[in-house]
């Protein structure tokens, strides 16, 4: 694999690639953003407010990642069926909501890295994670890149 | 198991195993362990980079499956040396078809399911995700590590499986031939599942499920070859060559050599094959005027045991004529 990788780059050919080109359209453009409201004793994941931006770890990463790319943000509230559909369908690149791994969303949607573990009421580990559109490979490694490199403390 | 037993002789059931066999055996038995423990390597090391790949669900679902010939091989081994018991008057040596049989199934059940599975990913359009994962502080797609875990472990199977096809033939050991066939053609699987990974990484999100229809075609179609040669044997079809590909060329070596005994006028046989060993059932017509007393059946019946190790459990009936209701095919009266 080694002798296969500066071939493909030679090439001009990046590995991965997104197949509906995700992360080509939303660096420099607007990157769409679905939020659903996640906040309790753990941490505030996400918080919505009237009339402000939403607020919390998750969408000031989001922020932190969107200029990365310089990308500006378009947030869509809505529950998490709506949301997910929506990611499906291509209308939105990233949904958070305070996620945990174990998700049942996955048949849906792809999965980022966790960037930050909890522990929950019960004492369960929470391992947190962001949901991408399933197969755009390309986003969802750049998108763990810049999680994986924030110094998170739990 | 151990060597030490290796100055012993070895049984399977009556037939004592001559010093190539035994030897043979052996080294199958060594192989096989070996072929089980790179197994447990590979599962473990394609589990950890499983990811959301269906070709490589379907490559870990191969490597699964292939405990299956070893063990059964290792197992039938074992079973196969007892002797026949009054309650099993013919031996243990079907053990090994049972375990050939038992393989074979789980192939093709697997496969089958492997490949409508992954024929819905490809009709349902699924985009597998495949991200980062973090290595040595890095963060590096996970695909790379797929490519490279696949790539690894291509290649030492074709090894051992050859090393095997040459045992299995010495050894007229069908389940053994089956596992060195599979291993033999492992190296696709492994390819196949690197090439989809490599056609995610560059936006074909088909190619995963395509190497995995591939994969499971494969699968299935060695469920289909094994239960062929699984039951026909079972059924007591002809004894065929260790690779199904032609009839044994024993049952004509026994015909020849019992028809060119001086007091044979005529000499047909017919032979199930046990596992490893034949058993023989052969019809003698005396010549005309030739009167064989008991001593020269059991003679002729030694003499024939010393043709084959395979040959053992064998018995020699004298007929007035060729009974063509035993040996189908046979035309009455002869052609000589």
Known sequence: ?154 | MSAGNSTQAVHFGNTQLPEEQRETLRKAKKLEWITIAFLAVTVALVYLVLGNSQAMKAAWIEDMLSFLPPIAFLVAARVIRKPPTEQHPYGYHRAIGIAHLVAAVALLVMGTYLLVDSALGLITAEHPTIGGVELFGRTIWLGWLMIGVMLLIAAPPVFIGHAKMKLAEKLHDKVLYADADMNKADWMTAVAAAIGVAGIGIGWWWADSAAALVISASIANDGVKNLRGAVSDLMDARARTYDNAAPHPLLERIDDFLGNTGWVGEAKSRIRDEGHVFHVESFVVPREGSTPTAEDLELLREDCVDLDWKIQDMVIVLVPELPEEFLPGVETGGED
């Open chain 1, 1 to 154: 694999m080694l002798a296969v990788a500066p071939l493909l780059a030679g090439c001009g050919v990046s590995m991965p690639a997104d197949p509906n080109g995700t992360l080509q359209e939303i660096t420099g453009g607007t990157l769409q953003v679905g939020v659903t409201a996640a906040a309790g004793e753990e941490g505030d994941w996400v918080q919505l407010q009237p009339g402000a931006e939403p607020a919390g770890i998750e969408p000031d990463l989001v922020r932190g990642f969107a200029a990365s790319r310089e990308a500006t943000v378009e947030w869509t509230g809505g529950t998490e069926h709506e949301l997910v559909d929506d990611l499906e369908h291509g209308e939105l690149d990233l949904v958070i909501g305070g996620f945990g791994a174990d998700t049942p969303w996955t048949k849906h949607a792809g999965m980022t890295l966790p960037y930050m573990e909890t522990k929950d009421e019960r004492g369960k580990t929470v391992k947190h994670v962001m949901l991408t559109p399933l197969g755009e490979n390309a986003f969802l490694l750049a998108l763990d890149k810049y999680l994986q490199a924030q110094e998170l403390q739990s």
